[in-house]
Structures are given as C-alpha cells and as structure tokens.
C-alpha cells in the first residue's frame, strides 16, 4: 500500500519523481504555487505548457519537469469555491483522481501534492483536506502496488495541521 505522507515545505524543492501544480485553465502560469513552480522549472515549463492547450477543472495533463528535481510536472485545475453547490467537491476529487491516473500511466511512484484550491480558489481547507486524503486513498485501492508514496505539501500551518490529523 502506498505511503501517505505530509511535509510542511515548499512543492519545488520536493525530490519526487512528479509534483503536481495547482495551475489555472489556461496553463500558461499564474500566482501562488503555479508561479514558484514555473519559476523554480524555468521557462522550458512554459514553452511545454503552450502547447498543451490548456486544461479543463478537474483534468490533469503533464510535462517534463525542466530544472526540477521532480522529472515530471502534472498539471491539474482545481474548482473555485463558490460555496459549495457547484460540485466543487467533485471536482476537487476529480483533480486529485486525475493526478493520479497519470501519474500512473508514466510510471511515475513518488507524487507530491499542494493543497489543490486552497489559495486564491478559496476551498475551505478542513473540507478540501478530506477530499484530498479519501481521494487519494480510494485511488490507492483501486489501484494496488502501484504508487510508493503521495506526499502532501503543506505551505501553511492550518493545512499542515488538518492533514497530519487526517493522516494519523
Ligand atoms: P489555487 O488557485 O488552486 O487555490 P494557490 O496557488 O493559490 O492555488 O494555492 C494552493 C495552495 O498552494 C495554497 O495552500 C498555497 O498556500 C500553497 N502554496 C503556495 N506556494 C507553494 C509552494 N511553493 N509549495 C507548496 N505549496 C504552495
């Protein structure tokens, strides 16, 4: 069974074989963790996400990991909070999912996460947390053996603090 870990640390310094980027629609780089991922990688990341065509909420596409430790990079789009009645949880279950089948697919074993929508997207932390941590787990028994270990990244105490009771 895979490993379920969180850290309290910065996603760009993680030595996995993929990071996934909380990044927007457009793919073409934004704030928050979407920019210290794209300036750690360096522009190569952006050249790659050009011709990516963007991203739906809740898909996910990769691309090499440029100047990261991280030999991949996968890109997902995590819903904006708009409170709640818009299948935000779906959709945040769905990134995460997402994540993780191509993730997969590339043979990828070591995965890190940042806490997907909860910056300038506005999910709720404790709610976003959970859906994290039981999307991740239902991913691991549907798919077993094939993930070593998911690493959540916390930037923020609060976030660290729901996950590490989450993880318990
Ligand atoms: P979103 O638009 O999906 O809300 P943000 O980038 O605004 O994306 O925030 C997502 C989460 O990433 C937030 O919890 C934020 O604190 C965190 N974050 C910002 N920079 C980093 C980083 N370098 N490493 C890990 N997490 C980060």
């Given at each position: 069974m895979a490993k379920l870990s969180v850290i309290k640390g910065d996603i760009t310094l993680q030595e996995v074989d993929a990071i996934v980027n909380a990044a927007?629609?457009?793919?073409l780089g934004g704030g928050g963790v979407d920019g210290a991922i794209h300036l750690a990688a360096g522009p190569g990341l952006l050249d790659a996400c050009r011709k990516l065509n963007g991203c739906a909420t809740g898909e996910a596409k990769i691309t090499e990991g440029f100047r990261?430790?991280?030999?991949y990079v996968i890109h997902t789009v995590g819903p904006i909070w708009h409170g709640g009645n818009n299948q935000e949880g779906q959709f945040l279950s769905n990134a995460y999912y997402n994540s993780l089948v191509l993730a997969v697919r590339y043979n990828v074993h070591t995965i890190a996460f940042p806490n997907i929508s909860t910056g300038v997207y506005g999910f709720p932390k404790d709610k976003a947390a959970k859906i994290a941590v039981e999307t991740v787990q239902r991913f691991n028994g549907e798919h077993p053996?094939?993930?070593?270990e998911v690493r959540f990244v916390c930037f923020d105490e609060e976030n660290y603090n729901l996950y590490d009771a989450l993880l318990k």
């Open positions: 927007n629609t457009s793919l990261l430790p991280a030999e053996g094939k993930l070593e």
